[in-house]
């Protein structure tokens, strides 16, 4: 008989696992809805709130498989402290700023040995999330709940006046004529 293929489970459905135990759902019950060995079951209840409680920690349940904590955990979590509130200024940060800020951060908690490689910066951005985009002209002062209600409400009564081969986005291009 042929081995079969390891399953990865991912951490939400860990915890969906985990819910369902709690509302009652016997083991039995818990392998025929997830598709799971019993024994891949006994092992996540017995686990039990660790896998919950990442899950909820973790910006990419559905995504990840399991979370190691990192050696640094305090530096990591001053860098993305430090992360947040630029981020909440509009401020654009990339990576070589992110090098630079967390080896002074290292520096400031007692590690100055600590030298953060292009891959350690890289799962950083993966452990918790961070996408680096554009906020071209003034998007990022606009109010996102405004936006929505304009578009809701003024742009159809707009389009109306015009076929759909008048309408063009001409967003930081030059008519020359």
């Not at 919950?52 to 190691?68: C, F, N």
């Not at 860098?79 to 990339?94: D, T």
């Amino acid at each position: 008989m042929a081995p079969t293929k390891r399953k990865a489970v991912s951490l939400e459905t860990k915890s969906n696992i985990l819910q369902d135990s709690r509302r009652g759902f016997k083991v039995s019950a818990l392998v025929k809805k997830y598709e799971l060995a019993q024994s891949t079951i006994s092992t996540i209840l017995k686990a039990g709130s660790t896998a919950l409680l990442k899950a909820g920690t973790s910006g990419h349940a559905d995504e990840r498989k399991r979370v190691r904590e990192p050696l640094y955990a305090d530096v990591e979590e001053a860098l993305y402290q430090w992360f947040l509130s630029i981020r909440a200024q509009n401020v654009p940060i990339s990576g070589p700023i992110l090098a630079t800020k967390v080896k002074n951060l290292a520096f400031l908690l007692g590690r100055p040995n600590f030298e953060p490689g292009g891959g350690w910066i890289q799962r950083f951005k993966e452990r918790h999330g961070i996408v680096y985009k554009n906020v071209v002209g003034e998007a990022a002062s606009l109010d996102s709940e405004a936006k929505q209600q304009w578009l809701q409400t003024n742009l159809p009564v707009l389009m109306e006046r015009f076929s759909a081969r008048d309408i063009y986005n001409c967003d930081e291009t030059a008519l020359f004529f």
